[in-house]
């Protein structure tokens, strides 16, 4: 797989990432900023960071699954790893520009 498959595969996998919404704040997980980290190889082996908007959030089993499923629906990802961590700690800091506005704060998004 070249590097520009990956990355095609990495921007669709974003892009499905953007149906799973946050049941709280109602607004998409990559755009919230509690996708951390996403990464294709060349296997087509996807493996996810992502983190809730605090440690022992009641939706976190729930998030992840549906960030799984999110990933593994996309056309070329052969397999799906998805990592809960709370390293850094999520913050509002890390909403995007798109809705920041809508909380008041935000600049971040999913780091590169």
């Known amino acids: 797989m070249s ?15 953007r149906m799973v919404i946050d049941p709280e704040l109602g607004e998409n997980l990559v755009d919230l900023g509690l996708i951390y980290r996403v990464d294709v190889d060349d296997r087509g082996a996807a493996r996810i960071e992502m983190s809730t908007t605090t440690k022992g959030c009641p ?22 790893d ?6 850094p700690p999520w913050s509002p800091e ?9 909380f ?6 999913i780091r590169r």
């Open 3 to 17: 590097g520009d498959t990956r990355n095609e595969l990495r921007e669709a996998v974003l892009e499905s990432l």
């Open 59 to 80: 939706a976190a089993a729930y998030l992840k699954d549906a960030v799984h499923s999110a990933v593994w629906i996309v056309s070329g990802i052969e397999q799906v």
């Open 82 to 87: 998805v990592l809960l961590t709370y390293d």
């Open 94 to 102: 890390m909403i995007s520009g798109a809705i920041g506005h809508k």
């Open 104 to 109: 008041g704060a935000g600049s971040g998004g």
